[in-house]
């Protein structure tokens, strides 16, 4: 049993440690003082029950990145950025609190990457 658990590690390990690398940082840029980091909320929605039933998180914005993760239907995304229909996105923040950085600095997050847009509502929080 431990010999397996061990082996499974093993063969997870160059996985989980190249996953959050990023082909493209996302840019976070934080108000003057550090008041608030811009960025919108959103939400999966759209995603076809009969089809991949995923959206793909990738390694960069295009569809020619590296596939990092996936999200679904509800889940909810913090948007840093947008390059053409592509956002950059953090998801499943795991409580995360990195502060904030006066200048732009690529986003420190794990779960961290690039999901097309038609499959985003940005949703109005004002």
Known sequence: MRRFALSTLIALTPLMAHANQLDVPITENPYR????????????????????????????????????DEVHNGDRLEIYEKRGDWYGVVYRSNGEDFGCSTTPRALPY?????????????????
Not at 43 to 67: E, I, M, T, W, Y
Not at 110 to 126: A, P, Q, S
Request: include cysteine.
């Open 33 to 68: 003082d550090c008041e608030a980091a811009w960025y919108q909320i959103g939400q999966v929605h759209g995603l076809k029950a009969g089809g991949d039933g995923f959206l793909s998180v990738r390694s960069g914005p295009g569809s020619n990145f590296r596939k990092l």
């Open 110 to 126: 794990t779960f961290k990457g690039w999901v097309h847009g038609n499959w985003v509502k940005v949703l109005d929080i004002g």
